[in-house]
T-cell receptor, first 116, second 111 residues
Framework: DTGVSQNPRHKITKRGQNVTFRCDPI?????LYWYRQTLGQGPEFLTY????????KSRLLSDRFSAERPKGSFSTLEIQRTEQGDSAMYLC??????????????FGNGTRLTVT | DAKTTQPNSMESNEEEPVHLPCNHS???????IHWYRQLPSQGPEYVIH???SNVNNRMASLAIAEDRKSSTLILHRATLRDAAVYYC????????????FGKGTLLTVNP
């Protein structure tokens, strides 16, 4: 178990630029999630994949945000035309798909985005 | 989602037990109670979960009230490494993918 890996750890970009983050989940996990966390707050759910299918998107995920998981393994989260309000920690998590739904989520250490 | 109430902060001394409370009076009968913690500059980490019975694992114990409207996470001997924000999260069976985090309890451990 090598854990959930996220790259880059830090990203500084200018307003209006596009950014892309990558998440490599634990290999046997078929569920993958993206969360966003701002300072002093708990993480907020953004979106969720089961294998390659994106099954739910939060209304926090504006049309400038897009997430993909093309082969059901790694995932990317792209933000187009970044705004200063996008500055946050972006967290990825993965889990097994257990019928009773109590499978723990394993989180990566996040990508911290700063938009200047 | 069930609403939760946790103290904003708590303090403990090293090697002493810590009891972290959580009220979740609107919990549904099918909601699990999950606890996660987040150490500084890291992503959240799963601690423990339960439904009705008390649960123990290598990290902690979870005591669930008989009416399930509250629970307590118990760290038997706090260490400096246990200093973190602790989140109590009721989670519906079959939908745990959408964990709804509150602000949690910031635990400080004094040496």
């Amino acid at each position: 178990d090598t854990g959930v890996s996220q790259n880059p750890r830090h990203k500084i970009t200018k307003r209006g630029q596009n950014v892309t983050f990558r998440c490599d989940p634990i290999s046997e996990h078929n569920r993958l999630y993206w969360y966003r966390q701002t300072l002093g707050q708990g993480p907020e759910f953004l979106t969720y994949f089961q294998n390659e299918a994106q099954l739910e998107k939060s209304r926090l995920l504006s049309d400038r945000f897009s997430a993909e998981r093309p082969k059901g393994s790694f995932s990317t989260l792209e933000i187009q035309r970044t705004e200063q309000g996008d500055s946050a920690m972006y967290l990825c998590a993965s889990s097994l798909n257990l019928d009773r739904g109590a499978s723990p989520l394993h989180f990566g250490n996040g990508t911290r985005l700063t938009v200047t | 989602d069930a609403k939760t109430t946790q103290p904003n902060s708590m303090e403990s001394n090293e090697e002493e037990p810590v009891h972290l409370p959580c009220n979740h009076s609107t919990i549904s009968g099918t909601d699990y109670i999950h606890w996660y913690r987040q150490l500084p500059s890291q992503g959240p980490e799963y601690v423990i979960h339960g439904l009705t019975s008390n649960v123990n694992n290598r990290m902690a114990s979870l005591a669930i009230a008989e009416d399930r409207k509250s629970s307590t996470l118990i760290l038997h001997r706090a260490t400096l490494r246990d200093a973190a924000v602790y989140y109590c999260i009721p989670t519906r069976v079959g939908s745990n993918y959408k964990l709804t985090f509150g602000k949690g309890t910031l635990l400080t451990v004094n040496p």
